[in-house]
């Protein structure tokens, strides 16, 4: 009885603690085909856009690897090379909320 009453305390603790931070951020969400496929217009833009920049190879590389990434089902490590390649070109990411919406 002891130990039940214990671990209902400690799964108590556990919902309370983690719960607050899971919903803290829409940034932290999880990555998806979605975000790939968003994030990828972004760094073609931006390579089409940053012909001249010394990162240009670099960032063309990391958007070869988070393109197989991402057509492997590892969104997570894709978005991450596709953020990597946006931030080699100095350019900030827009995530679909600050896109700006068609009135």
Same mark, same amino acid.
């Given at each position: ?7 209902? &305390?400690?799964? /108590?603790?556990? +919902? ?5 931070? $899971?919903?803290? @951020?829409?940034?932290?969400?999880? %990555?998806?085909?979605?975000?790939? &496929?968003?994030? /990828?217009?972004? +760094? ?5 856009? $940053?012909?001249? @920049?010394?990162?240009?190879?670099? %960032? ?44």
């Amino acid at each position: 009885m002891k130990f039940a009453k214990m671990a209902a &305390v400690a799964a /108590a603790l556990c +919902v309370t603690l983690v719960a607050p931070a $899971s919903y803290a @951020s829409d940034a932290m969400a999880p %990555a998806s085909v979605g975000s790939c &496929v968003d994030l /990828a217009r972004q +760094v073609k833009e931006a390579i089409n856009s $940053s012909q001249t @920049s010394p990162n240009l190879h670099e %960032a063309q590389s990391l958007s070869t690897a988070a393109r197989e990434f991402c057509s492997n089902r590892r969104y997570a490590e894709g978005v991450s090379r596709y953020s990597k390649a946006l931030e080699l070109l100095n350019v900030s990411m827009v995530t679909q909320k600050d896109a700006p919406r068609a009135q």
